[in-house]
């Protein structure tokens, strides 16, 4: 592929038929324009950083919170059932209106402002859901607070749809950005995960830490207890640092409005039309090559696997590890705050691959570094397994705290599962940016369609692992066995199926 500065006039060879409702011609004339350097795609990509401090305080803190709000284990993941169905249709209608718009302040970068401010009110309507609650008639003493539960679930709501409109069009501005250029493309790519590494690092060390009630004394009150406020407190320090990102990303970024492109820039950004979203989304799909399938196929499994995870990581470590219950005794929130501390060294793991992706991604290929990351996710995934087996055997749950070495393997685990993480955030969308190319389709709607190999297996698990792991007697290993089996079967698919292409040592970025 190219990586001059030329604009592209390159049309598919193949003999399909073309796409439907192609753009309409235009006599503008093309301008070339100088790449951007790295530290334009470095601050673009700092945007990842601030909604990955949220997405980790959600994931680290908000599974156990929502039970000590009085919502059943078993039906704790149908709460998360939000992020799956806001990304199966806000992504990819998010991705297509900004292939579209024609602000004067360019395509993505409203929507990645309007998503940030939604992010910083759903994370104060989280925070203060207890209060919500207790004013509306919630009292102290009951175990289910059905006012706060709904108070909570419009805000999760909101944020998962926040999350979904700012990192998609955040996504698309860093491919428009390395146009057509294979190896840009995935270093940017690489920079968003580094973002979000760093996101996860501080958001995670955010949630371990038990005494941010103290630095906030008022926010806790006769509706928030000790753990309440502590979430509370670390939502205020998202909601400064999701604007610091956000104004530096924006800022960054000089896009040209839609209507000052040349035709052949345009190509593929806006169709021109007022054809119906779902049309022609679902119209892309019958012009996928293989190469697509595979790619989407794999991230489908990929997904399945990462999703229990994902919903039980700290529940897992408080309940299997440290023997405790939301709401009883001070071993679950011991657990959850461990559990944290993990996740965090997790993402430091995941900060250091996401350095190294390039160089492994060049030497061994993509589809093979995708594959192996993924047999490394579903033997961690029985490594968890093993260790609740151990732990139960071992008699010491309900009678003492777990012994140091079981916490130092939980730890660890937690912590090697970042190395496939930063795969699973990086590669795809690369991917996916790069092979669909040649079929003409902008950017936002093309990541749109990867989040729908994403999110329908997230409504899959989400809505099944409650009543799975019910099935079995309780706990969280009946998911992650699921999600080891789907891993190591998308391990195996990725490592037969996409290609493993080398790349040639490139000349250095600008």
């Known amino acids: ?9 390159h049309r598919p060879t193949s003999n399909r038929p073309p796409l439907p409702r192609p753009p309409n011609p235009s006599s503008r004339p093309a301008v070339a324009r100088p790449k951007v350097s790295k530290r334009v795609l470095l601050r673009v990509a700092s945007v990842a950083c601030g909604i990955q401090f949220g997405w980790a305080l959600q994931l680290s803190l908000l599974t156990p919170y929502v039970q000590e709000l ?4 078993a039906w704790a993941s149908v709460i998360w059932l939000c992020g799956p169905l806001s990304g199966l249709f806000v992504q990819p209608l998010v991705g297509h209106s900004s292939d579209r718009c024609k602000s004067k302040y360019g395509r993505r970068r409203p929507f990645i402002v309007a998503g940030a401010v939604a992010i910083a009110i759903s994370v104060l309507v989280i925070g203060h859901a207890a209060d919500i609650g207790w004013a509306f008639g919630d009292r102290e003493g009951r175990r289910i607070k059905p006012r706060a539960i709904v108070a909570f679930v419009l805000g999760f709501w909101i944020l998962d749809v926040a999350n979904n409109m700012t990192q998609g069009p955040c996504r698309a501005l860093l491919a428009d950005l390395t146009e057509n250029d294979n190896r840009r493309t995935r270093v940017a790519n690489g920079y968003f995960s580094l973002f979000m590494a760093v996101g996860n690092i501080l958001g995670y060390a955010t949630g371990s830490y038990n005494g941010w009630y103290k630095v906030f004394p008022f ?10 406020a502590n979430l509370k407190s670390a939502f205020y320090i998202d909601v400064v640092f999701i604007a610091i990102t956000t104004v530096l990303s ?34 892309t799909f019958k012009y996928f090559p293989g190469s697509v399938w595979m790619i989407l196929l794999v991230t489908a499994l990929t997904w399945i696997g990462w999703f229990p995870f994902i919903l039980f990581d700290t529940d897992w470590m408080g ?12 071993s679950y929130s011991a657990g ?5 501390l993990g996740l965090m060294l997790n993402s430091v793991f995941l900060g250091i691959t996401s350095v190294l992706m390039e160089k492994l991604c060049r030497k061994w290929g993509a589809g093979f570094v995708w594959g192996i990351s993924n047999i490394i996710m579903a033997i961690c995934f029985l490594a968890m397994i093993a260790t609740s087996f151990v732990a139960y055997h071992i008699g010491y749950i309900g009678h003492e705290q777990p012994p140091a070495g079981i916490v130092i393997a939980a730890v660890l685990i937690f912590t090697i599962l970042g190395i496939p993480l930063a795969i699973t955030y990086s590669v795809p969308y690369a991917l996916i940016s790069i092979r669909i190319e040649s079929l003409g389709l902008g950017q936002g709607l093309s990541l749109g369609v990867l989040n729908l190999a994403i999110v329908i297996p997230q409504v899959i698990v989400s809505v099944g692992s409650g009543p799975w792991d019910q099935l079995f007697g309780g706990g969280n290993s009946p998911a992650l066995a ?16 996409i290609p493993r292409t080398r790349i040639q040592k490139p000349i250095p970025l600008p």
Do not use: W
Request: net charge negative.
């Open 1 to 9: 592929m190219s990586t001059s500065d030329q604009p592209r006039h």
């Open 70 to 73: 009085g919502i059943p284990h």
């Open 219 to 228: 926010t806790k009150t006769v509706a928030c207890n000790v753990e309440c």
């Open 250 to 283: 924006v800022s960054a970024a000089h896009e040209v409005p839609l209507g000052a492109l040349s035709a052949s820039d345009a190509h593929g950004q806006s169709s021109g039309t007022d054809e119906a979203f779902l049309t022609e989304i679902l119209g």
């Open 319 to 330: 309940r299997e590890i440290y023997g405790g219950e939301p709401n009883q005794g001070a």
């Open 336 to 340: 959850v705050s461990m559990g944290a």
């Open 482 to 497: 699921v999600g080891a089996a789907a891993g190591f079967i998308g391990g195996i698919v990725a490592i037969l199926a």
